[in-house]
C-alpha cells in the first residue's frame, strides 16, 4: 500500500494525479501542499490510498524518487527497494536507489 497525492488544477473539477507513490500520508500531504504552493492554479488537494508499490520519499524536506535502473555492482541484476544494500549474489549495491527530484 502506499499513498498518491492528487489535485483538482482547472474548472473541470476532476482529481488528477501522477505516479509519485510514497509511504505514509505525511510525505503524500507534504509533496501535494508543496505543489500546490508552486502551481498558478490549484483549486483543492487530497491524498488518496493507492495499491501501488512506493516510489517516492521525502528526506529532510526534499523529494526523492526510486531509480529503478539500480542494479547490482557484481552480477548486474535489477535491484528493488527491499534489498537493503546487498544482492542474492553476495554483491553490494553502489547507489542506494533513491535519487533527487
Not at 501535494?32 to 504552493?37: E, G, I, Q
Not at 516510489?55 to 527497494?81: F, G, K, Y
Amino acid at each position: 500500500m502506499s499513498y498518491a497525492p492528487e489535485v483538482i488544477a482547472d474548472a473541470s473539477g476532476k482529481w488528477v494525479g501522477n505516479t509519485l507513490r510514497f509511504a505514509t500520508e505525511g510525505e503524500a500531504r507534504f509533496y501535494v501542499l508543496d505543489l500546490a504552493r508552486r502551481w498558478t492554479r490549484v483549486d483543492d488537494t487530497r491524498v488518496v490510498e493507492s495499491a501501488d508499490d512506493v516510489t517516492a520519499r521525502i528526506v529532510n524536506n526534499e523529494m526523492q524518487h526510486w531509480d529503478s535502473s539500480t542494479r547490482c555492482n557484481r552480477c548486474h541484476a535489477p535491484l528493488s527497494r527491499e534489498s537493503n544494500g546487498t544482492c542474492e549474489c553476495g554483491g553490494l549495491i553502489e547507489e542506494t536507489g533513491w535519487g533527487s527530484k
